[in-house]
């Protein structure tokens, strides 16, 4: 079954600097989607940023990119110039393009952005 | 505008109560999923259901119903046999499943409460 591991509970960055968020998955298949969402203090989930795993360029959405390692099953989300309004919870999340079409969502990071 | 819309946002119920928490989409999703989110668990799946009249049981479906009679709705209800009722619920929507790149469309979310 794939699961995926988020191993950092809370990160801290100050305003305008850039962040790193790790997220690893465990699977067996070879094509595949990973999503990054956000959770803000209103609990609503937002889409971020989505990859699909046969494309070797990662994806870019304004400050937000990936760094995308397939062998290593590596998904971390980056974040440039953060803002206040970054403050959240993020969540990576798979989802198999066969079988059930579950979407597996990691235990998440909490994210706090210093002014 | 399209969209998922939970309701209530808060719903209170005293222990040995069924309850059931409402889900409606307007997105012509065929798709659709039930979350659990607890603090440092992240999003648990609950129910989802491909198609009108199918669902399937998700990682944590003990104590817990859904039915999928239109393309529309698919309400949960969270029965007396649910041992810790108390949580975040998440009801989502994706297109096609086949469609494997279509992100989860997320509604606002219900805070059950059990006392």
């Known amino acids: 079954a794939q699961t995926v591991t988020q191993s950092q509970p809370e990160m801290s960055v100050q305003e305008a600097e850039t962040v790193t968020l790790s997220c690893t998955y465990d699977?067996?298949?070879?094509?595949?989607?990973l999503f990054w969402y956000k959770q803000p203090p209103s609990r609503q989930m937002i889409l971020v940023i989505r990859q699909e795993a046969y494309k070797q360029q990662n994806a870019t959405e304004n400050r937000f990119s990936v760094n995308f390692q397939k062998a290593a099953k590596s998904f971390s989300l980056k974040i440039s110039d953060s803002q206040l309004g970054d403050a959240a919870m993020y969540f990576c999340?798979?989802?198999?393009?066969?079988?059930?079409?579950?979407?597996?969502f990691g235990t998440g990071t909490r994210l706090k952005v210093l002014a | 505008d399209g969209g998922i819309t939970q309701s209530p946002k808060y719903l209170f119920r005293k222990e040995g109560q069924n309850v059931t928490l409402s889900c409606e989409q307007n997105l012509n999703h065929d798709a659709m999923y039930w979350y659990r989110q607890d603090p440092g668990q992240g999003l648990r799946l609950i129910y989802y259901s491909q198609i009108v009249n199918d669902f399937q049981k998700g990682d944590i479906a003990e104590g817990y119903s859904v039915s999928r009679e239109k393309k529309e709705s698919f309400p949960l209800t969270v029965t007396s046999a649910q041992k810790n009722p108390t949580a975040f619920y998440l009801c989502?929507?994706?297109?096609?499943?086949?469609?494997?790149?279509?992100?989860?469309?997320f509604g606002n979310g219900t805070r059950l409460t059990v006392t």
């Open positions: 989502a929507s994706a297109g096609h499943p086949s469609a494997y790149n279509s992100p989860l469309h």
């Open positions: 699977t067996s298949e070879s094509d595949y989607y």
């Open positions: 999340a798979y989802r198999s393009p066969t079988g059930t079409y579950k979407y597996i």
